[in-house]
């Protein structure tokens, strides 16, 4: 069965900083890798996804990540951040393309002016 | 841009009584999710849904949870004597064909069980 470890459950950060929100996955068999963003009162929204080809993956809003393989990780970051990317974020895997997501804990990201 | 929509957005009921949580996927879409998030926890799968039939399930769906698409439209999740533990948040989510196509989540249904 596949599992997602979200390292780090608030990340506080300032205004226009870089952010990194790491994300780690176990899995016995190839999968595909999600990250979701969930602002207050809302559903999931994806931000990005890996299904394969380039490990380099840009998602909306200015937010990238990099599929590691022999880490098994899929980590997020942004170069700046903004104050309305204040949400929680949450990494999944799926073993198809139709099947269940696995989530992660979450991360809430806070960025203070 | 097309939207999953679900009603109620927030569900109060007595432990003991049914509920049923409404959702109308993306129209074109085909396969159909309910997951739900206790409040503090994460999110986790409950059950699939493709061609009129339960693709996957977990083992939260036991025999209290049903779900059922009655018409072209809408995708049900009924729990038929709620718990106390059933007090979350159940998000509906579905995708359409072509391998790439993400699961898109509605906003949810607050489930309050008192």
């Known amino acids: 069965a596949q599992s997602v470890t979200q390292l780090d459950s608030q990340v506080p950060v300032f205004e226009e900083a870089p952010v990194e929100l790491r994300c780690n996955y176990s899995s016995s068999v190839s999968v595909y890798l999600f990250w979701y963003v969930q602002y207050p009162n809302q559903g999931l929204q994806l931000l990005l996804k890996y299904l394969s080809g380039s490990t380099l993956v840009k998602g909306i809003n200015g937010f990238e990540a990099e599929f590691n393989k022999s880490q098994t990780s899929f980590h997020l970051r942004k170069p700046s951040v903004h104050i309305s990317d204040t949400a929680e974020y949450f990494c999944a895997v799926s073993l198809t393309s139709y099947g269940k997501l696995t989530f992660g804990q979450g991360t809430i990201l806070t960025v203070h002016p | 841009e097309p939207e999953v929509t679900q009603t109620p957005s927030h569900q109060v009921t007595q432990m003991g009584q049914e509920v049923i949580l409404r959702c109308v996927p993306i129209?074109?879409?085909?396969?159909f999710y309910w997951y739900r998030q206790i409040l503090g926890q994460k999110v986790e799968f409950l059950v699939s849904f493709y061609n009129n039939e339960i693709s996957e399930k977990s083992e939260i769906f036991d025999d209290q949870f049903s779900v059922e698409r009655p018409d072209g439209s809408n995708f049900t999740l009924k729990i038929r004597s709620t718990k106390l533990e059933d007090s979350a948040m159940y998000f509906c989510a579905s995708t359409g064909t072509g391998g790439d196509q993400p699961q898109h989540f509605g906003d949810g249904t607050r489930l309050s069980i008192l």
């Open positions: 129209s074109n879409h085909l396969y």
